[in-house]
């Protein structure tokens, strides 16, 4: 059964840092292409980033030279650094595993910036 678990978010101050990871189980994480999305209130789910099986990288312009996304094929866990945050960072952040026609995601893990 493959299961992935978000963790890592919290609430913080505006200019500060959080890290999420994404610990996936049940699943040959190499051979999934890894992405970050986020839900704010009232807001529909956005893709916030991505990396490919090869380790490319692409970004939402929001978080664009804040945010990286990483991963670590070897503990089947996927990062998300997050610096400089801001309130409208606020949101429920998903990661989702994706390849072909299958797709895995995660239950969440809420981020609140206050301001």
Do not use: H
């Amino acid at each position: 059964q493959v299961q992935l678990v978000e963790s890592g978010g919290d609430l913080v101050q505006a200019g500060g840092s959080l890290r999420l990871s994404c610990a996936a189980s049940g699943i040959t994480f190499s051979r999934y292409a890894m992405a970050w999305y986020r839900q704010g209130p009232g807001k529909q789910r956005e893709l916030v980033a991505r990396i490919s099986t090869g380790g490319s990288t692409n970004y939402a312009g929001s978080v664009k030279d804040r945010f990286t996304i990483s991963r670590d094929n070897a503990k089947n866990t996927g990062y998300l650094q997050m610096n400089s945050l801001k309130p409208e960072d606020t949101a429920v952040y998903y990661c989702q595993l994706a390849s072909g026609n299958y797709n895995y995601w995660g239950q969440g893990t809420q981020v609140t910036v206050s301001s």
